[in-house]
């Protein structure tokens, strides 16, 4: 079972509700391998779920890097190549653009992005979150530049839809070797092309010796749809966007509704049924 963290297992709050708690124990208590599948950093991760006895694996950065949870172990990292991070700097530096840089499991960012996000089309919700995690790097472009080699990923923060579009289509149209999504309305998320929360989850189950059609996946945005569609189950929260709600097999509730709980027991029926 892969799990999405943002708006999908957590809250509006960010946080891991009593009710997916409960689900989540439920379904590791009956034999089910729980992996964590976000576009996060390994270390922005939330302790009240990599501290979840049983869940053993992560997927962050968007596929990017896999670790063992109980010793904090990378075992499969895609390092974005140098000449990908050279042209996606070239194309969008003539826009009123800021970036995320993601090296080692750790997500660094400017002061201007850290200290006002919703600037940046970041959601009331979320400020704390980037506060909390972010790393400051006083020139984020230089510190882009000086670890060229070092990136799992890295974000684009955009102003607009149009912006985001023009500056998406440059980078995919000059560089084949990078996998290009998008998990929330600002971000343009890059990684090596062999990344992917599919990619990962796919690591994990062959090393698990589990076939996808024995996988489930939940999400709600665009950098979940090919993680759905790799599941033998993929679920879309009721708050996904409409390319992940068409890529997925099932519907759950919203996400702040224990979309995660209701699917585990009502839509996939893989623990108990109890009154949510």
Known sequence: MALDLDRTTLNVQGKLSPGNLRAIEQAIK???????ASGRAYSTLPTEVTGIAGIEYAVTS???AIYRISDH????????RSASVDTILKMSADEPVTYEAFVDGAAYADRDLIENPVK??????????????????????????AHMDELDSMDIVVRDAQMKQRIW?????????VYITSSVQQLI???????GKHT????????????????AAFGDGD???????????GVAVANASDNCRAAAHYLTKHHNEDGVAYGLREVLRCIPAEEL
């Open 30 to 36: 009956a034999g089910i391998h729980i992996v964590i």
């Open 73 to 80: 172990t990378c075992l499969k990292q895609y390092k974005i």
């Open 223 to 233: 950098n979940d749809v090919d993680m759905l569609k790799f599941a033998g189950y």
């Open 62 to 64: 968007n596929g990017a």
């Open 120 to 145: 940046y089309g970041t959601s009331l919700q979320a400020v704390e979150y980037v506060k909390n995690t972010r790393r400051l790097e006083p020139d984020i472009v230089q510190f882009i530049k």
């Open 169 to 177: 289509e440059r980078i995919a149209g000059a560089d084949s070797e």
């Open 200 to 215: 990962g989850l796919r690591f994990v189950t062959e090393r698990l010796g589990i076939s996808p059609d024995h996988v």
């Open 189 to 195: 998320e890059i990684s090596h092309r062999d990344a």
